[in-house]
């Protein structure tokens, strides 16, 4: 089946540190792949997407790149700020295109700290 | 940005009273919106996707006579929680897809609200 995995948190980081949450996904075929965020009080946002092997998506200095050797789309950011402490969501739309589904992973709370 | 509310945010409710959330898409009018549930530190969970005008469909596992799921116009789904108890004390979370951008650009964009904690006592 369709399945994410993604680091648990809390990831508890210093201002200006370097970023790394890991994901990896299973599936069949080449999954589309997101990363979501979800700041304090507020719904989910879309942070980035990658809908093919070797994409990179990124936003707001955010990047990760769809390895499809090693089914990761892990997230990096060179320098965090204290505004990026939310929760982060990586997840997967199966190959077909036409499904509406999204499979997420656990979430990842990310604390900066200043 | 598109924005989808949901209301309440929290809920307390007694075992054996029925809880609505709704979700509403402000902005954008929205043919299709999902229902997901979320229990501490796991995954959200898909439960239905909800169409405008037709019945839900719910993913394997999730009662339908449980959880009622109504999508009566383009801007509003609301998700009614029948008869709650204990084990329904959960995270739920709504979100919409922009009916225009599902028909020109890449269709799998969601937006979500900020979901609802339901606790049962």
């Known amino acids: 089946g369709n399945s994410v995995t993604q680091m648990e948190g809390p990831v508890t980081l210093s201002e200006e540190a370097f970023l790394t949450i890991n994901c990896t996904y299973t599936?069949?075929?080449?999954?589309?792949l997101f990363w979501y965020v979800q700041y304090p009080g507020e719904g989910l946002q879309l942070l980035l997407k990658?809908?093919?092997?070797?994409d990179k998506g990124s936003n707001k200095g955010f990047e990760a790149t769809y390895r499809k050797e090693t089914t990761s789309f892990h997230l990096e950011k060179g320098s965090v700020q204290v505004s990026d402490s939310a929760v982060y969501f990586c997840a997967l739309t199966p190959y077909g295109g036409a499904t509406n589904k999204l499979i997420f992973g656990t979430g990842t709370l990310l604390a900066v700290q200043p | 940005g598109a924005v989808v509310s949901q209301h309440p945010s929290r809920v307390i409710c007694k075992s054996g009273t029925s809880v609505k959330i709704e979700c509403r898409s402000l902005?954008?009018?929205?043919?299709?919106m999902f229902w997901y549930r979320q229990f501490p530190k796991q995954s959200l969970m898909l439960m239905a996707t909800?169409?405008?005008?037709?019945?839900?469909?719910?993913e394997q596992g999730v009662e339908k006579d449980k959880f009622l799921i109504n999508h009566a116009s383009l801007t509003l789904s609301t998700l009614t929680v029948t008869s709650a108890h204990p084990e329904d004390s959960s995270f739920y979370i709504c979100?919409?897809?922009?009916?225009?951008?599902?028909?020109?650009?890449?269709?799998?964009?969601?937006?979500f609200g900020a979901g609802t904690r339901l606790s049962v006592l």
């Open positions: 979100s919409a897809r922009d009916r225009k951008l599902a028909e020109r650009v890449f269709k799998n964009i969601q937006y």
């Open positions: 909800s169409n405008e005008g037709s019945k839900a469909t719910y």
């Open positions: 902005d954008f009018q929205a043919t299709t």
């Open positions: 599936a069949t075929g080449y999954p589309s």
């Open positions: 990658a809908t093919k092997a070797d």
